[in-house]
């Protein structure tokens, strides 16, 4: 429950700080800076370290990708009926593929599947962080070059990603170095993610003006409520895989667009209005229709 108090307060803080002008315009730009130089390069080096890989444990690392795949692979279907520009096809696929596998995930899953469940769920929460990263920067970096992009170029900037930087190094540096110490520091940090990232998200939603995009918005949550989760229960049913791993991972790929797509989003440019609007719309139906997806899991 505070974590849902939490969501409410920190997007709701921001649009009141936007309302009312308390703070210079698009100072967002300075919360997306702590959130992606700070918040998410600790959240790496704090949990990848303590990750203990088994053969099961395929299934929650490889469920992301393929969300995020069928996400590219769905918004390029629905470009061939409704004009978009790569900005926003860029949005769709970010917001439709990548969950909040973390915020949210995490204390659903615990509350239905308790502490196992919790582990696995973390897992599934490395593998899309590690996607946004690195396809989902390119995908960014792609979109804002306007097709005028280099494979050079856009390697450049995945590799100086900062949260991209932090997970090469929360895989190597454990082998020399012990990073226990700074478990705290780095806790304390990444607790700041989720609050921050809201805030600007608040800071930057305008609901005045969501008519016109719908259309679209009705069409990524789709994808990303309905029609991901779907399609791993059904691989999973298929395969006749209905261990406590498949059940958290259909239950993960149910959860709503996750925040840092659309801090990214915004830095690049990409239709910020329609990200922060799939967003903030999607945690709200995802409360619900997780709950759905909890009760059809049963059937695995």
């Given at each position: 429950m505070n974590?849902?108090?939490l969501i409410a307060i920190a997007i709701l803080a921001g649009v009141a700080a936007r309302k009312f002008k308390k703070l210079p315009e698009n100072s967002y730009v300075a919360v997306n800076f702590w959130v992606i130089y700070i918040a998410l390069p600790a959240i790496a080096l704090k949990y990848i370290p303590?990750?203990?890989?088994?053969?099961?444990l395929v299934i929650p690392f490889v469920m992301p990708l393929v969300v995020f795949a069928?996400?590219?692979i769905f918004i390029e279907i629905i470009s061939r009926f409704i004009q978009l520009n790569q900005a926003t096809k860029a949005v769709?696929?970010?917001l439709s593929g990548l969950g909040n596998t973390s915020f949210l995930g995490f204390p659903l899953t615990e509350a239905y599947y308790g502490?196992?469940?919790l582990e696995i769920a973390i897992l599934c929460d490395q593998s899309c962080f590690l996607i946004v990263s690195t396809l989902g920067v390119i995908t960014a970096v792609k979109a804002s070059a306007q097709g005028k992009f280099q494979i050079s170029s856009i390697l450049k900037k995945v590799f100086s990603f900062p949260p991209f930087l932090a997970f090469i190094a929360a895989f190597v540096l454990p082998h020399f170095l012990d990073l226990s110490p700074l478990d705290p520091l780095l806790e304390a940090l990444g607790a700041t993610l989720v609050p921050m990232a809201l805030f600007s998200v608040g800071l930057q939603l305008q609901l005045k003006k969501w008519k016109s995009d719908v259309k679209l918005l009705s069409l990524s949550l789709i994808y990303k409520l309905v029609l991901a989760p779907l399609v791993i229960f059904s691989i999973l049913y298929v395969l006749n895989i209905n261990s406590l791993t498949g059940k958290v991972a259909v239950f993960e790929a149910s959860m709503s667009p996750m925040v840092t797509p659309a801090i990214i989003a915004t830095q690049y440019g990409l239709n910020p209005k329609l990200a922060n609007l799939i967003l903030s719309v999607g945690i709200i139906i995802g409360f619900f229709s997780?709950?759905?997806w909890s009760e059809i899991i049963q059937f695995l």
């Open positions: 974590n849902f108090i303590q990750i203990e890989w088994s053969t099961e069928l996400s590219f769709l696929i970010l502490k196992d469940g997780t709950f759905i």
